[in-house]
């Protein structure tokens, strides 16, 4: 199967889908151990990171935020409150454990400058999208194409370091993860990966 990516317009048209699963904030070592005990039990995990945006040339931040999705839930990681590096470390290493995500390389560059990993078994939905000749493979425009619904574009430029998330920014940090879970299994039924 061969798709072209929708128009804005078309897009724009699909309705919205939000993720209504538990969402759970990460900052304590009992949150941690409870998160790690359904990751690790995944065959599949949506993965995403969110940094805070820098609007100076030359300016840059470190992650502030990691993503996993389960099939239960997702899981948000406040990386500059709480010390998971090692948790985080494990899953990403994890060979048996497939981490699904959109533009991987920059947000695997950027938590390497964090702590340091080995990445096994992650799929970078983009690439496989092109490899199929698609030319648009945001999350976006790959959710409008393979689930048939919009996601919001909201918080995506708000201080993702701040002390205190939104319930806005938390809704959109787990939706790009867990959208990312539910395209690698459409990519998977499809046979791309």
């Not at 359904?38 to 990171?49: N, V, Y």
């Not at 879970?181 to 499809?190: G, M, N, S």
Request: proline content about 4%.
């Amino acid at each position: 199967m061969s798709a072209s990516a929708p128009t804005r317009e078309e897009i724009n048209e699909l309705p919205i889908r939000r993720y209504e699963g538990p969402v759970h904030l990460v900052g304590s070592a009992a949150e941690l151990a409870q998160a790690m005990a359904d990751i690790l039990q995944e065959s599949a995990l949506g993965f995403d990171t969110e940094t805070r945006p820098s609007f100076r040339v030359g300016e840059s931040y470190p992650p502030a935020l990691a993503q996993l999705a389960t099939a239960r839930a997702v899981y948000l990681f406040r990386l500059q409150r709480f010390d998971c590096s090692a948790a985080l470390a494990q899953i990403l290493s994890s060979a048996h454990i497939v981490k699904a995500g959109v533009g991987l390389a920059d947000d695997l560059r950027q938590l390497r400058k964090s702590f340091a990993f080995t990445e096994q078994a992650l799929v970078d939905l983009s690439a496989v999208a092109k490899r199929q000749g698609l030319s648009k493979t945001g999350v976006r425009t790959l959710a409008a194409t393979f689930l048939g619904f919009r996601i919001p574009k909201g918080s995506k430029t708000s201080n993702w370091a701040t002390p205190r998330l939104t319930a806005q920014q938390i809704a959109y940090a787990a939706m790009d993860a867990w959208a990312c879970r539910e395209l690698y299994l459409k990519f998977r039924e499809l046979r791309w990966v």
